[in-house]
C-alpha cells in the first residue's frame, strides 16, 4: 500500500478546529445541512467526553 491508501487526502479548507466549552473540537464543513458536523473532540476535562453536544457526529452550527 502506498501513502495516500493508508493517509486520507484532507482538504484543509474543509476542516476548522474551533473551541468550544473549553473544548478543541475538529469540525468538517456539510454543505447539506448548511453547517458543520464534529469529526474529533479533544479536552482535558474528562466530562467532555460525555457531553452529548460535543460528540462526533453532532451537527454544530457557528
Same mark, same amino acid.
Given at each position: 500500500?502506498?501513502?495516500?491508501?493508508?493517509?486520507?487526502?484532507?482538504?484543509? =479548507?474543509?476542516?476548522?478546529?474551533?473551541?468550544?466549552? !473549553?473544548?478543541?473540537?475538529? &469540525? $468538517? $464543513?456539510?454543505?447539506?445541512?448548511? #453547517?458543520?458536523?464534529?469529526? !474529533?473532540?479533544? =479536552?482535558?476535562?474528562?466530562?467532555?467526553?460525555?457531553? =452529548?453536544?460535543?460528540?462526533? #457526529?453532532?451537527?454544530?452550527? &457557528?
Amino acid at each position: 500500500m502506498n501513502e495516500q491508501e493508508i493517509f486520507e487526502d484532507e482538504d484543509q =479548507s474543509v476542516y476548522q478546529f474551533v473551541t468550544v466549552n !473549553h473544548a478543541t473540537v475538529k &469540525l $468538517r $464543513r456539510d454543505p447539506e445541512l448548511n #453547517g458543520y458536523q464534529i469529526v !474529533h473532540m479533544v =479536552s482535558t476535562n474528562p466530562a467532555d467526553y460525555l457531553n =452529548s453536544e460535543l460528540q462526533p #457526529g453532532t451537527t454544530y452550527y &457557528l
